[in-house]
């Protein structure tokens, strides 16, 4: 179990300081697959190298399995090479003057906990095929292919048997290809080994497909935390909403009280939607986020159902579906629609939309 | 010795102003700064490198302030107290003949300047680019040719050019007829020439790195705007190069300020005195007691003239390095095509070996063959024998080698030792203020040696006397060659620590080993490459090094470029050349693994 408490941290350069990993809390239970998602330079790294103890926090606690590894105010600090974690980075880091045996033997030979001869050779052997690498042990490490390298860095870090596992967007080198089936791989290694994890990603499809939980961050917070069902279906903001998926984002401002299933109207530019609030935001201004894929061409019939009417702009088929723009007064809406059911560019169109699917949500993350 | 990566990241790591000014900010207040997250306890290696590199900076900051200290003190430096004043500087300034040296060695350096770029600026852009054939070879000598000693090739040209036994000038005298010498080399502008000679490697290698970092398609584009060739250098190669040169020239006028090698054999038995040997002159006086003042003062005028040119070169570097439109990969130079041109690149190249290289080394054999030196002649050649080497003082000789072989693997090994630790502690540890001990580590690099010899000296004789009386110790020449040694090294190191991933680092260290290991088993064999190259490198120079071994030495801690120069002082010529020839025979088989080595790494010297 790894919980983290108030962390901060400001990283301090010449000319600035930027505050990184601004009050950050979170717990990762024993055995859970624990994702932190946000864009390029939301701090996930920085509070993942806490975590490993890499990095120094400014103010917080950091506790695994209830041990306190980093105090502010016990002042309390475990070095990070005594916290037994493992760890695979961005790079890798696969030491390129050693075999891959060697490699995956470092942690045993050298580290904290060192083990003798004969069991080095077992734990070792037992790592490797464990990534499927057993019969490579004695190449090279350069000489490994980039899937095979992420297998190897995985293998280094599982051998300490450590109590946490730390993976800073171990898919990101890999080709697209490689990465799906690595994203499988990874997530049934992880669970077979039981271990906790912490992820770090900023692809959504990642953290979607792998994780118990996802906590997704922006400028140093934590802005939503739940399990990608949620996530995906219950985003707490506009921000989320369009980070995880794509949303349209239409302002709009909600003129009437929540009916009794929790429906509201909402005054657009263009006129007026029945949207669901799931986060309680039913006052004032707010943003209306509605996904592509919900938009219809054919009315379900459900009595909250909204209709939009506009112009079709542009279409653009891309396999499975076709991403139309459709403008509806001036707000143009992305719109995935079925192939064989597109109308022709310029053609008026109406949309259907259940208002469940339009989510009324606080503007500001 | 410089050279492109080097100076490159001596600007990368210098600190830019205020780097460890960190500043508390209202919405979160940094936690204090815990030791045990700098270094942990559990980390004996992290506090072994930080007291090395902190103690190792105290000692060389130390220096200079104890020079200056000494150059305000009246009186003896050992009398327990004094005023303090300006009468060394005045008397500096007042007598004739130190004044007169510091104007000849300004003298010296600029003529030293221009031989260097006449030489250096062709090579280099026929090197990088047209399309002259064996470039690698021409990497080769030009490297090697830094190896030679100085002093090997001043001997030569004082045996060619002296106004009396010159060979030239007697020839001309006796053969063709001339009523006095035609040329003289035993003045400052032959000085310079020969210095000069023997720096334009240096312009070459520079420049040349300066060269590969244009990209070409700045001159296409002004070829496709219609510019001739000569415009094209002249208005654009030259213009964007021009800060790159600048600092090559600067680097070298400070070379020039302390060479020791040329003024000490041509100069100093003609009384031509440049900076180094009139400081030699104070320091052992053959008539009078010690001026430890006056040379104080002496070097600290010095240390401020090469340390506002150190200045400069890095406000130049940092603007060639804004200027330079790099694209690094995938680009191809423009390369002119020489055609029939080309044997002129070759005459001119030839040329500079002859005359840099080949002919004084070929004169000193000759000398080295010879009772007395005389002209070729039928008696001459009779009279050649092996005399001069069986007569070489060969107690002293295999002193000085087993001294200098002491000291050749020793400085290399404490220094590379030493530079791991202040790259370490600068790029890679988290101490507050790890910037300022790159700074330091670039101080003598700033700062003329043969200054930090003087220094080494007075702390020695004066403040180390009874503690460590190292003075006359092999300890003493250890110390300062490592010194003199440790700015080369860090840079090496530095770039080299740079490339390695960091990453490569943290898995180890969340492997659950210390800082000790992963120094051990991850990067000492990724830095080897370049360790071994350093490390031959750093032996080379040591096994040459005339200049700090000089102020330095007694009768008990000789090297053998010192036995060189005191039987070259003594007037026995023939002795002096038959040790150099021993001891660039000595130097081929090291010189032959360097060269190994830079083809199985593949480490460029530029
Ligand atoms: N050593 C450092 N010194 C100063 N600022 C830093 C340092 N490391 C990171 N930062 C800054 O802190 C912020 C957070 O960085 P961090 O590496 O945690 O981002 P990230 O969420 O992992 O982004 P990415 O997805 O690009 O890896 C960034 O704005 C970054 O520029
Ligand atoms: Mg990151």
């Given at each position: ?365 | ?583 660039i025979c000595l130097m081929v088989p090291l010189t032959a693994f ?9 480490i460029q010297t530029t």
């Open positions: 179990m790894i919980e983290v408490e108030h962390l901060s941290l400001t990283y301090h350069s010449a000319k600035q300081t930027h505050l990184a990993v601004d009050d950050v809390s979170f717990t990762v239970k024993q055995g859970q697959f624990y994702t932190l998602l946000g864009p390029s330079g939301c701090g996930k790294t920085t509070t993942l190298r806490c975590v490993a103890g890499l990095e120094r926090p400014d103010l917080g606690e950091i506790r695994i399995d209830g041990a306190p590894v980093s105090s502010s105010n016990k002042d309390v600090w475990i070095p990070p090479n005594r916290r037994s974690i493992g760890m695979v980075f961005q790079s890798y880091a696969i030491w390129p003057h050693m075999t891959v045996f060697e490699n995956v033997a470092f942690p045993l030979r050298y580290g904290v906990k060192k083990v003798s001869g004969r069991d080095v050779r077992d734990r070792v052997q037992k790592a490797l095929d464990l990534v499927q690498l057993g019969h490579l042990a004695d190449r090279a490490a350069p000489h490994l292919s980039g899937g095979q390298q992420q297998r190897l860095a995985l293998a280094r870090a599982f051998v300490m048997e450590p109590k946490v596992l730390l993976l800073d967007e171990p898919l990101s080198n890999l080709d697209a290809k490689l990465r799906e089936e690595m994203r499988i791989e990874l997530r049934h290694l992880v669970k077979s080994m039981g271990v906790t994890t912490i992820f770090v990603t900023h692809e959504q499809i990642e953290a979607l497909t792998l994780s118990d939980v996802i906590a997704v961050m922006k400028n140093g917070k934590i802005v939503q935390e739940g399990n990608p069902l949620d996530i995906y279906q219950r985003p707490a903001n506009a921000f989320v909403a369009d980070f995880i998926g794509k949303s349209n984002l239409v302002p709009g401002t909600v003129t009437t009280n929540p009916s009794a299933n929790g429906i509201v109207r909402v005054d657009c530019a263009w006129g007026s939607l029945a949207c669901s609030a799931p986060s309680g935001s039913t006052s004032g201004a707010i943003m209306v986020a509605i996904r592509p894929e919900h938009l219809e061409l054919t009315p379900s019939g459900s009595a909250d159902e909204n209709v939009l009417v506009g112009t079709l702009e542009a279409a653009a088929f891309v396999g499975n579906m076709t991403d139309c723009i459709v403008k509806v007064g001036q707000t143009s809406f992305k719109v995935q629609l079925h192939p064989d059911r597109t109308p022709v560019v310029g053609s008026q169109v109406s949309l259907y939309i259940a208002a469940r699917h339009c989510l009324a949500m606080r503007a500001d993350a | 010795m410089t050279d492109g990566p080097v100076n490159r990241d001596g600007l990368v790591l210098r600190p830019q102003g205020g780097g460890a000014a960190i500043q508390p900010t209202a919405w979160a207040k940094p936690g204090r700064i815990s030791w045990r997250f700098i270094m942990p306890k559990e980390d004996p290696w992290a506090i072994v490198m930080v007291c090395v590199v902190g103690l190792f900076s105290l000692f060389i900051l130390s220096i200079p302030v104890i020079i200056i200290i000494l150059s305000f003190r009246e009186g003896r430096p050992i009398d327990p107290v004094s005023a303090y004043s300006f009468m060394h500087y005045a008397s500096v300034f007042t007598d004739p003949v130190a004044y007169r040296a510091l104007i000849n060695t300004i003298t010296f350096s600029l003529v030293t300047l221009l031989v260097a770029f006449v030489f250096g600026l062709p090579a280099a852009w026929l090197v990088e680019r047209t399309d002259l054939p064996a470039k690698p070879l021409l990497y080769t000598l030009m490297t090697l040719g830094i190896l030679l000693p100085g002093f090997a090739t001043a001997m030569g040209w004082l045996f060619m050019l002296h106004p009396r036994i010159g060979l030239v000038n007697v020839f001309f005298m006796r053969v063709v007829g001339f009523a006095e010498a035609p040329f003289n080399i035993a003045t400052i502008v032959g000085m310079g020439w020969v210095q000069g000679l023997s720096l334009a490697p240096i312009a070459f290698i520079m420049t040349a790195a300066v060269l590969r970092a244009i990209d070409p398609a700045l001159e296409e584009s002004a070829q496709m705007s219609g510019a001739n060739f000569f415009n094209i250098i002249r208005k654009v190669t030259l213009r964007l190069a021009w800060p790159g040169i600048l600092a090559a020239g600067i680097y070298i006028l400070t070379i020039g300020f302390a060479a020791f090698d040329v003024p000490g054999i041509i100069g100093m038995s003609n009384r031509i005195f440049t900076f180094s040997t009139y400081l030699l002159t104070q320091l052992a006086p053959h008539d009078d007691l010690p001026h430890y003042g006056k040379a104080a003062a002496l070097s600290t005028v010095v240390m401020a003239a090469s340390g506002l040119l150190a200045l400069w070169y890095g406000r130049l570097q940092s603007q060639a390095y804004r200027y330079q439109v790099v694209t690094g990969k995938g680009y191809r130079p423009r390369i002119l095509g020489l055609g029939r041109y080309v044997w002129l690149a070759w005459l001119f190249l030839g040329v500079y070996f002859l005359l840099s290289k080949f002919l004084p080394l070929l004169i000193v054999v000759w000398a080295s063959a010879l009772p007395y030196f005389q002209l070729p002649s039928e008696n001459a050649f009779k009279s050649m024998s092996w005399s001069n080497f069986e007569n070489i003082p060969w107690d002293m000789t295999l002193l000085g080698l087993r001294n200098t072989a002491i000291l050749m693997v020793l400085v290399p090994t404490i220094t590379l030792a030493c530079a791991v630790a202040f790259s370490w502690v600068v790029l890679r540890s988290k101490v507050p203020g790890r910037l300022a001990f790159d700074f330091v580590a670039f101080l003598p690099h700033a700062i003329p040696n043969i200054v930090f010899g003087v220094g080494i000296l007075l702390v020695a004789l004066f403040l180390l006397r009874n503690v460590i009386p190292f003075y006359g110790t092999l300890w003493i020449l250890l110390f300062v060659f490592v010194i003199g040694r440790i700015s080369y090294a860090t840079r090496m190191t530095n770039s080299t620590l740079i490339q390695v991933h960091k990453e490569l680092e943290e898995a180890a260290t969340m492997s659950g080993v210390g800082t000790g290991t992963i120094i051990r088993r991850v990067l000492l064999p990724i830095l080897a490459p370049t360790m071994i190259y350093a490390w031959i490198w750093m032996a080379l120079l040591t096994f040459r090094e005339l200049t700090l071994a000089v102020i330095l030495t007694t009768k008990d801690n000789l090297t053998l470029p010192v036995v060189v120069w005191s039987m070259w002082s003594s007037g026995d010529y023939g002795a002096a050349s038959a040790i150099t020839l021993l001891l360097y060269w190994w080595a830079v083809r199985k790494t593949g």
